[in-house]
């Protein structure tokens, strides 16, 4: 059965740092669609980026690019966002996401769509204050 577990959401002040991690389990795939996804009260849940496992193209969202930073460590099945320079606009529940079937590399060419991505974490809180 597949799993992903995140963490290391918190509370921070705008302007500050977190780093998420996935870790996931329960597949031998080698290479995969991963993403994270947030959502906002009251909004839909957006795509803020994905990579194709074992390759190095990866996507962000226009409101994360510069502050945001993807990256994968195979050797512990776990993906990562780093977080820097947050914004009160940040604030959401961020999901890790999967997707073992194949599509390649429009993984990342592409805004991922959640619909897409049938295995999901159970999601790790981020606020940023102002």
């Known amino acids: 059965q597949v799993q992903l577990v995140e963490s290391g959401g918190g509370s921070v002040q705008a302007g500050g740092s977190l780093r998420l991690s996935c870790v996931h389990s329960?597949?031998?795939?080698?290479?995969?669609?991963m993403g994270w996804f947030r959502q906002a009260p009251g909004k839909e849940r957006e795509g803020v980026a994905a990579t194709w496992i074992g390759d190095v193209g990866i996507y962000y969202a226009d409101s994360v690019k510069g502050r945001f930073t993807l990256s994968q460590d195979d050797a512990h099945n776990a993906l990562y966002l780093q977080m820097s320079n947050l914004k009160p606009e940040d604030t959401a529940m961020y999901y890790c996401?999967?997707?073992?079937?194949?599509?390649?590399?429009?993984?990342?060419?592409?805004?991922?769509?959640?619909?897409?991505?049938?295995?999901w974490g159970q999601g790790t809180q981020v606020t940023v204050s102002s």
């Open positions: 329960g597949h031998r795939h080698r290479n995969y669609c």
């Open positions: 996401a999967a997707d073992l079937g194949y599509s390649g590399s429009s993984c990342y060419r592409s805004t991922p769509l959640s619909a897409n991505f049938p295995y």
